[in-house]
Nanobody
């Protein structure tokens, strides 16, 4: 079992930045992939970014790849998502997710563990 706890969400204005954090526990992450998804009201859960824990290799959704950055801190067992130049359409509940092995999948059903989510609200 992998336990994931997200934090860092909040209410921001367009153009602002926000850094989301996800603290992982329960397993050694060297054979896991970590990812961030988001879900807006009335919409499906959407892949944002993923990172292979052991290599640092990353993958991004085309819609956000120029604005969002995923990273990890090995010592803290924490994965981050930096959201730059935010837009109102970024408003969503952001989930941290984990899956075993080294393949970053964009389908939510392919991931095994997820946290409770952290809310990001972007408005002027």
């Amino acid at each position: 079992q992998v336990q994931l706890v997200e934090s860092g969400g909040g209410s921001v204005q367009p153009g602002d930045s926000l850094r989301l954090s996800c603290a992982a526990s329960g397993r050694t992450l060297s054979t896991y992939v970590m990812g961030w998804f988001r879900q807006a009201p009335g919409k499906d859960r959407e892949f944002m970014a993923g990172i292979v824990w052991s290599t640092g290799s990353t993958k991004y959704a085309d819609s956000i790849k120029d604005r969002f950055t995923i990273s990890r801190d090995n010592a803290e067992n924490t994965v981050y998502l930096l959201l730059n130049n935010q837009r109102p359409e970024d408003t969503a509940l952001y989930y941290c997710e984990a899956k075993y092995n080294f393949c970053i999948r964009t389908a939510a059903a392919a991931w095994t563990y997820w946290g409770q989510g952290t809310q990001d609200a972007v408005s002027s």
